[in-house]
């Protein structure tokens, strides 16, 4: 028997990774090791939600449960940003 996992991922990094990206015209400073740190940081603010696709999370969530998730992602992001600022002694945004 043949097993693939590939498909399974923690749907929490494709949320944060297009973030990080999107807040990234923000903070011009922060070079792409900085930024890989920032989607670190914020990932392990997260709790792991594995899932095989990202629509099998969002159907079954209530509107409630998606503005919950989206508040857990802005706060990670907040403190991943402040947090590898701090080390490079640089005022995030």
């Known amino acids: 028997m043949h097993f693939n996992f590939e498909e399974v991922h923690n749907y929490y990094e494709r949320v944060v990774f297009e973030e990080v990206v999107r807040r990234s015209e923000y903070f011009p400073r922060y ?8 989607a670190c940081v914020a990932l392990n603010q997260l709790p792991a939600r594995y899932v095989r696709h990202d629509v099998d999370l969002i159907f079954y969530m209530t509107a409630a449960d998606r503005e ?21 002694h640089e005022p995030p945004g």
């Not at 070079?31 to 920032?38: E, G, S």
Request: net charge negative; aromatic share 10%.
């Open 31 to 38: 070079n792409h090791d900085m930024l890989t740190d920032v």
């Open 68 to 88: 919950e998730l989206d508040r857990k992602v802005d706060d990670a992001l907040n403190f991943a940003f402040r947090f590898v600022g701090e080390r490079i």
